[in-house]
Each structure stands twice: as structure tokens, then as C-alpha cells.
């Protein structure tokens, strides 16, 4: 069918929309694809639409090439199963949550990992049963604290969502393996460049899992990569810690006096000044140990504060803090709790102290002390003695002092090496458009799916879980494929074929228009013909820019020889052909 | 693509779901097409969500040869608009309401007038750009009451929602029809009988407004119908109402006393027993006027008592009086009603009293009074006196007592005249399973949409809003499309086009199955292959019969000498025949 922008619903808008903050979003809704209902909230207009149909057809047949079979489940969903695994609490605000007309509590599903394994368990009993592996395309909902950037983080988003089911950990990796290839053909189909990283399977509670990041500067996440193939988000980047040291032979500690030292600079300056200096020329940050004190508020509602020893030349990392600390909640420690804890000497901490305020779970203060990887046995550091005004210079880990456990928590640097051996890292930006999880057996063995194995003995399966932001993938083929006039859509996902637009106030050129759109239409391209009576050549090219059909072809003054112009909207270039060639063209 | 049941993930059930009332639920769930998550909330299984995307394509094709745009809007939506409609409070009970994390009032859209309002009015400006339909097929919420009979009446279902916008009552008179004649090929392919019957408004308070309904014993709607083509759900049933006598020359009204009569029948006993007999030759119930105390609750939450007096022959329906008095809600007066008005002697309430207390807004009581259409001026009723244990007769309308208007509250009746003077109506049990309304210009009111009109002067846009519900009509299809082995789908909406049975031990047939079915699929055809190995013919035979693929071929011990059965699943036909007879006809 042909669609004539004479009667189309689709307007294009002179001005950015106020609320936008990215590209994609300013010229989504600028060229009529898009418009916003709420914060993260949007409607599809009919150009949208069709957009998105092209993409999730992609992904359909993907899925289908991967064995995978399509159901549809309800966005909204029971409390019930979301409490037994424990997820009804550990979303938190991010829950949209409600209760019907009889009090019953009720959610919109953010994902759907509880219900997918109720319904295999309602209908699944045997190994013979398996593998299987089920995806919906469906609309999500999750209550971000700051929606932004138009569909890259919206509070309504549509997502295809697949969940396998297998009985062996081999199995498992199989149909890990299907999804994440199909990912791969998904991704190339839609022109999308993506980085697959090692990620922190975090609240999902799995065991291996990665991200599909599309590497863009607008991208929320960042990543780590090496020459040698290495590739991981920064939750999920683990630390080469050193081997330990022999902590015989090595000096004992010395406090000494430290006035006016509470932050790193102030004290390497003051180190330098009065300490005898380091072999290698001078002391510097890295000689430092930073402790710093956190609050973690448990599930259950209890506030912890937990301090953490890092080299002074790194931070707290607020993505990895979160991911180390997980299912808690992880924040600054507050005025209040110092006040709380007069043992914790604001500016001074450090692990050890002469007035016997060491921490660490089995000390005096009971506070439990985590240290970066980088402080292995053997090290010595110039770090806070507890005491105002005071630290101490030679105090050795696994002598001096010990840690409750090691934390992934400091931040991750350019030249950091990685940790399979394949050389130093850079850091990049991406955003999340994939993400594949090897769940293993906790949602099954939480609600309870198990089959009858080889040996007719009960087996709890074990699952995987594989999610595609629809929406997300649009929004970021679009932050790709514009330029300052507009749209320029891959062909593989734009919302027509071929734009034809009818120019000038000949009466030729509209009917050559209509019959070049029904010629195209016959050959199997969808034609979005601008028929628009009265409207000027400069707005029509203008609109035809702004939307981003990929080839245009102008019919006007060389019409009545039988001639069209070919317009490629991504390269420019305009060429003067025949009817005839125009179609050949545009057919191959 | 072949589809093989030794991996698809269908399963069928031996027992109906213990929860299933009618028998399109039993069979969806037992068949495999469908699983309940909570009352009224279904997920789709793979074989489902085939026969219903089979069923929005034909909408969205009988949609796009009407003219209209696809859209796609969020079920989650701000308060504000429905709050400006008075929608947000209107909807009561049914609507789901939520909060997000700041507290800001969000709603699950039960259907979208107000927000597709807004978005015209966000896009267009001109009586240039209409007239204009766009709808969406999308997931919508009601939170009902009493969620029962499966898809039929669900809290989540699938609706396919247009709206039309013009600026002349004829656009929108034209946009209306071009809708329902939509309406009518959509049922037609589906091959769904339907009746078009007038409808009420109702709550989304418009002007013209018709449904159609499917006549199906567990219909929720009771219709009527004459012979001549009237047909209207009973809240739209207008009554004939005679036309005035005159009231000279009529006997006075009489007090008597009526010991012990409180019920029309006790009443119809008595009068016979003490009063003159009429000419007719005794009082039935239908010479006395009934009095109905009701209590409106209104939107702003005041509570008022109203009396309707109908003929003592007929009964209040409930769903005519809560359209009467829309948007208030009614019950029945209670005791505590009655105590509150000791002028309102039960079963004795009359319009006229010789204590004074006479119904009506200018009277003593000021209790509202309204009549049913049949009491006209002149007619003379046998009725309450307002004085226990006595009543009045001859007491003849305009002249001993007045209404304060009529209302359409009284019951229908097989045999009641059709409005139109086209003969005398039956009454029939049907389903909605499709709506059109001309909602006029109150959204467009309400909300600002205003459009220049030729002469350059702001217009207010008027509107249609057209529904039909896509789970339901699914739903209303398997109900009568279905025997006792299980679903016969016609082929517009199968899941499949032809389910291939491979039987047996020998692998010749599985092979044979194997062409077959590739041969199948190249012709174009939708192919379901049971290659399940292991299984007893009989149990295929009977998993065939259960979901309801129309045509199947079973390929068994034929297949050596190159014949196979044509099983066809509603005739029951089977016919050995080669295979290159059977792909000859199931191609055809």
C-alpha cells in the first residue's frame, strides 16, 4: 500500500521538544515518530511503529532460527511468586506496585523470570521435556528515579525477554550459547556495532553473564576493554591483585604527627615534608590507604556501617560499591553516624590505632573492614591511626592489620591490567542494548520446577534468562544514524523503502508520483508518497530529511521528459534518471 | 517454517482447569492456548498467540482499508487528563489505580479517548488535516468485579481501539460508518454472527451509539429484536408510549382500604375482591402503578431518594436504571432510608396522599418523582395512599398527580413494541463483542481540541470512538467453534493451516510425514507435525481433535504404499487418499 502524506498522521515539528536531553529523543519526537505521556512514558505514532515492528520482526526471526517459541504474558502480575524469590522487596522503588479493587497486591512486571518458571513447572514434568527455551516481546515497566534520555531509559519499554530451561550445566551453556549467537546476528542485522562484556549478574542472582553494550558517548555504562580481547563493564572487571610479600624484615609501624592532614593531598604533601623518602623518589598516593566509611542498609532494614581500605590514589566506584555490596543498600556514612561511632576519626581513620579502636569484625568496634585486592599480605602503607591529627607511616597488611574479606570497590583506570593476561585496558562508554545471564537453579529451586531426570530422579532445572530493549535498540539506531537535517535510517529497520515526493504545481509530476509509487509499491517496496498539494519544494525536502527514508526519489520539473531525481539521504548525492532507471535502482 | 510437536511447547491437559466456568476457558486452557496468572489476567502460550495475531491481522487489514493509522500508546498514564474528563473518579472501582515512587497519581488505561484527544490536539490544527482515525491494538486494564468466563470478561485484554476526528457532524457521521462497516467485514472473515443493536452511551456519554453483539447463551447483554430489523440492547430500548386521553369525564379518585396488601399481588387480589370490576373483566397488575424508592449516590458523593412509578406488571431492571440515572450510582432504598422518611409508607408509597405527603420535587417531601413512559396523562392507576394499609383508585395522571420526568427503568418484555413501529420485539442473550460510539465533541471539550474552520474561526472538534475487544471475539470464536474432543477453528484464524499425524513404529511414515509436511509448507500452508516419537496413535488422534487444527492428515501404515488419511476435524470425513492428492486439495 502506498502511504500519501496528504492524509498520513504524521507531523513533523520545528523545534526540539523542551524535555530533551539526546539526540535520538530530539528527533524522534521532532519527526513525528514519538511523543511523551509522562516522564519515560511515550506513544508510537504511526511512522514509530512501523520502526519498531521492523526491529522486532528481526528479532522474531532470530528467535525462531534459535529454537526459541513465543508466548505473551501479562505486564501486570501477583505479588506472590515475586515474594518467594524475594524480588517484591529487593526492586525497591523501581517497582511499580498496586493492589486491586479487593486489596490484592499486584506489580508491573519489570521482568518475568517467576512467572516463565511457573508455567514450565505447571506443564513440564521430564528431561525428555527438555531443553526449551520461551521469549515474549512485551512491555515492560520499571519506576527509574530519573527517566531521561527519552526511550534509552524509560519507565514503560518494550523488551524481548527469552528464558531457557535445561537440566544439565551443559545443556545450559548450550542454550546460552543459541541466544547469544543469535544476539550477535540480531545486532549485525541492525547495523548496531556492540562490545559483549563480562557483566556482574547482580540482582538476577546468576552465575555467568554478559552485555551486548553499543559503544556511544551517551551511554550510561562503562566498560573496560584490552588489544587482547579482554571486555568487561566496570561492575564486573576483578582486580590483578600482586603476590604477597614476605612481612619479615619489614620496619615496624611508626605513628608520627599529622596535623591538618584529613584528605590524601594534604597528606602526601605533609609525608613528603617529614618522613624519610621512598627508594623509588617520593611517596605519592598510591603509598596511601584510604579508608572509608560506608552504610549499608540491609533487606531486612538494618543499617550497617562497614569501612573500606583502598589505595589513596583510587576512589569508591559507585557502580562497583553497589554490585559488592548487593542486595544492600550502600551509602556514605552521615554526619549522624560518626557522631554514632567516636571511634571512627574523620580524616585519621586507619586500621589500627594505639587507643585499641582497630577494626574489623572481631575488634573493640566490631566494624567490619573489607580491603581492595591490591592490599595483599606484605604491603606496607601510611594510613590514619584512628587518632586526630595523627597516622601512621609502615603499617604492614597481614602483620599490622587484616581485612573481614576482599571488595571489588575501588574505581577501575585506564592501564589497569586485565585479568585474563591480554594486557591494559582502556575505558569506553556504552549502553546496555543486550544482555544475556546464566541464571543456574535459584528462581527453580525458589518456586520449585523440577523434573524427573535419566534415573526417574527429581533434577531442579536450570535456567537462563536473555533480555533485548526493543526501544533502547531504536533509540540507538537513531542516535547513530542522524545528522543535523534529520533521520537517515538503515535500511534494514526504516519505516518505508522509498519516499517519493511530488514537487511544483504541474499536474504531470503528481501523476508521474503516483505512478512510479505504484510501480515501486508492485514491486515490493513501501512507498511513502508526498502527495501534499500547496506545500513548497523547500518544506517537503526539509520534511524528507527530517524523517530519514533512506532514498527519495523527486518528481518535478523534469517530469514531462520522463525524468526523476534519485536522492541518497545518507551519502547526498542527487542523480538526474530515467522513470525506468529510477525503478531498476531502486528494485535492486 | 514446519512446526514439530516433539519440541514445540504446547501441552494439553487431561482435566479442565478447576476454575473455568464456560467452555471456551475449559478448552483454551486444556487445549494448551492459554494459562491463567490471576483472576482475569492470562498469559499467552505459543499456539494462543497464533490464532490471535491471525485475528489482529484481519483488524488491522479492515483497518487500513478504512483509512485509519496505527498507533501504540502506554497503558500507564498521568491522572490529569482523565481527571479533567471526570474519568479518574467516574470509573469507580474498575479502574487501576497506582502511585509512582514521587507520589504522582498514574492510572492503567481501561481505553484512551482522552489521551488520543490530547495528541491531536498536540498535532493538528486545521480542518485541513481531518478527518482522521487512528487506533491502536493494545493490552487494556479493568479491574471488574467479578472477573469470570476466562477471555471473555478478563482484568488484561487485547483491544483494538479507534478514534475519529472531524469538524462536521457528516465527517464524523461518515467516519462513524466507515468504521462499522469495517466492523461488519472483520466479523464476516472471522465468520462471528453478529447483531447491530442501538446502544446507551453510557459513562463515555456520547451521542449515536451501537454494538454488536454475538448471540451466545453466556452473552452478558440481554438484547431485543423485531422481525421488521429493530434490535438494541435492553438499557437502549425505548418505550412506545400511548398518547394522552383525556382526564374529563374520569371518576374520581377513592381511598380504600387495602389491609395486608404490601405486594402487587396481595393489591391484584384484594381490588378484585372489593372494588367494581373494569370492563376488561378483572384488575390485573398491570392497572396498578408501582412505587420504587432508589438511592442515587451522586459523583460529588451526596446521597438522594428518588421514587419511579412503573406499571405494577413490570420489575425494575437494574441495568436500565443505572443507565437512567448515570453517572449516579443506584441502590435500592434501605431501612434506614425508609426510618429517615416516615412519609414514605412502604408498600402503601403513592404520588398522592391525603396526609399531604405528595411525591414530587415541588412537594412537601420533595422527593423526586419520575414515570414510566406508559403513564401518560389520563391514564388512571390503582396506587398507594402514603397511609398504611390503605391505597387509592382511579387517581389518573395530569390531573391527580405529576411527574418530575420520565425515566427507562422498567423491565422489556418478549412481545413489548419496537420503538420504530417494526412489529413486537423478542428478547436474546448475547456478547459484546464490538462498539462504535459518536462521542460528539464532549473529550474535545473538555480538553481544548479546537481546529480553524474555512472561515478562519476556532471549531471544536467532534469525535467517534470505536471498539472491539481482540481476547473476546478469540474467546466468543472457541465458544462456538468446539465439540466435545476439543476446538474446530475455521481456517481465517487456525493456528495452523493443516496439522500433518505421523503414526506407528515403522520410519517410513515418519519420513513420509517429514515431505509432506516440507512440501506443505513450500506451498505457503502453516504446518503443525506430530513427529513426536512414542506416542500411541490414539493419544495424537485425540491431542489433534483437542486443538482443533481444521485439517489434518494422518500418515500411518499407508505410508509404504505412498497414501495417507485426510482427517477433516469438523465434518469428521477421512479419506485415504495419495499424497499428492492431499497436497493437491489442501492447497486448494
Do not use: C
Amino acid at each position: 500500500m502506498v502511504t500519501r502524506l496528504s492524509h498520513f498522521f504524521l507531523r513533523t515539528l520545528r523545534d526540539d521538544p523542551a524535555e530533551a536531553e539526546v539526540a535520538s529523543h530530539k528527533v524522534l519526537v521532532r519527526a513525528g515518530y514519538i511523543r511523551r505521556q509522562a516522564p519515560g512514558v511515550f506513544a508510537w505514532l504511526p511512522i514509530g511503529l512501523r520502526v519498531k515492528n521492523k526491529i522486532e520482526t528481526i528479532i522474531r526471526e532470530e528467535m525462531a532460527n534459535a529454537g526459541a517459541y513465543e508466548v505473551h504474558f501479562p505486564a501486570l502480575l501477583p505479588r506472590e511468586p515475586y515474594e518467594v524469590t524475594g524480588r517484591w522487596e529487593e526492586y525497591g522503588d523501581a517497582l511499580f506496585r498496586l493492589q486491586d479493587r479487593k486489596g490484592a497486591d499486584y506489580l508491573l512486571a519489570p521482568t518475568h523470570e517467576e512467572v516463565f518458571t511457573l508455567l514450565v513447572k505447571d506443564l513440564y514434568s521430564s528431561y525428555k521435556d527438555l531443553p526449551l527455551t520461551i521469549f515474549q516481546i512485551q512491555d515492560k515497566y520499571r519506576d527509574e528515579a530519573r527517566p531521561r534520555a527519552g526511550l534509552l531509559r524509560g519507565r514503560e519499554f518494550t523488551m524481548k525477554d527469552a528464558y531457557s530451561f535445561d537440566y544439565t550445566d551443559a545443556g545450559l551453556d548450550a542454550s546460552y550459547q543459541a541466544q547469544r549467537d543469535a544476539y550477535e546476528r540480531i545486532f549485525q542485522r541492525l547495523g548496531l556495532e556492540y562490545v559483549i562484556v563480562q557483566a556482574d549478574a547482580g540482582a538476577m542472582g546468576g552465575s555467568r553473564s554478559e552485555e551486548f553494550l553499543h559503544p556511544t558517548a551517551v551511554g550510561e555504562d562503562t566498560f573496560v576493554r584490552s588489544e587482547g580481547g579482554y571486555a568487561a563493564n566496570v561492575e564486573a572487571f576483578t582486580t590483578v591483585a600482586p603476590d604477597p610479600f614476605p612481612v619479615e624484615g619489614q620496619p615496624e609501624a611508626q605513628i608520627f604527627d599529622s596535623p591538618n592532614t584529613p584528605t590524601i593531598s594534604t597528606l602526601v604533601a605533609h609525608v613528603n615534608a617529614v618522613l624519610e623518602l621512598p627508594e623509588a623518589g617520593e611517596w605519592t598516593a598510591a603509598h596511601t590507604l584510604k579508608n572509608v566509611v560506608l552504610a549499608l542498609t540491609h533487606l531486612d532494614g538494618t543499617r550497617e556501617l562497614v569501612v573500606v581500605g583502598i589505595p589513596g590514589d583510587r576512589e569508591v566506584d559507585d557502580k562497583r560499591v553497589e554490585v559488592a555490596f548487593a542486595p544492600a543498600e550502600v551509602e556514605p556514612a552521615t554526619e549522624e553516624d560518626f557522631l554514632a561511632y567516636p571511634s571512627l576519626v574523620k580524616g585519621y581513620i586507619g586500621p589500627w590505632s594505639p587507643t585499641g579502636a582497630v577494626l574489623g569484625e572481631e575488634s573493640a568496634t566490631g566494624i567490619r573492614y573489607f580491603l581492595d585486592p591490591r592490599v595483599v599480605d606484605g604491603t606496607s602503607w601510611i594510613t590514619g591511626a584512628n587518632v586526630d591529627q595523627k597516622h601512621v607511616h609502615s603499617l604492614v597488611a597481614g602483620r599490622d592489620f587484616f581485612g573481614d574479606g576482599f571488595v571489588e570497590v575501588a574505581s577501575v583506570r585506564e592501564g589497569d591490567e586485565a585479568p585474563d593476561g591480554s594486557g591494559t585496558v582502556s575505558l569506553a562508554r556504552g549502553m546496555e542494548i543486550g544482555h544475556v545471564f546464566q541464571l543456574g537453579r535459584k528462581y527453580a529451586e525458589a518456586l520449585g520446577l523440577k523434573v524427573l531426570d535419566e534415573n526417574g530422579k527429581l533434577t531442579t532445572v536450570t535456567m537462563g534468562s536473555y533480555g533485548i530493549g526493543v526501544t533502547r535498540i531504536l533509540a540507538n539506531i537513531a542516535e547513530l544514524n542522524h545528522d543535523d537535517k534529520g533521520l537517515i535510517w538503515p535500511a534494514a529497520v526504516a519505516p518505508f523503502d522509498v519516499q517519493v515526493v511530488a514537487t511544483g504545481r504541474d499536474v504531470t509530476a503528481f501523476e508521474l508520483a503516483e505512478t512510479l509509487s505504484s510501480e515501486l509499491e508492485a514491486s515490493g517496496l513501501d512507498v511513502l508518497l508526498d502527495d501534499r498539494p500547496k506545500v513548497s519544494p523547500g518544506v517537503k525536502f526539509a520534511d524528507a530529511e527530517l524523517v530519514g527514508v533512506p532514498k527519495i526519489v523527486i518528481v518535478g520539473r523534469g517530469a514531462v521528459e520522463g525524468n526523476v531525481e534519485l536522492w541518497d539521504r545518507r551519502s547526498g548525492d542527487r542523480d538526474v534518471v530515467t522513470v525506468a532507471e529510477a525503478v531498476a535502482r531502486l528494485r535492486s
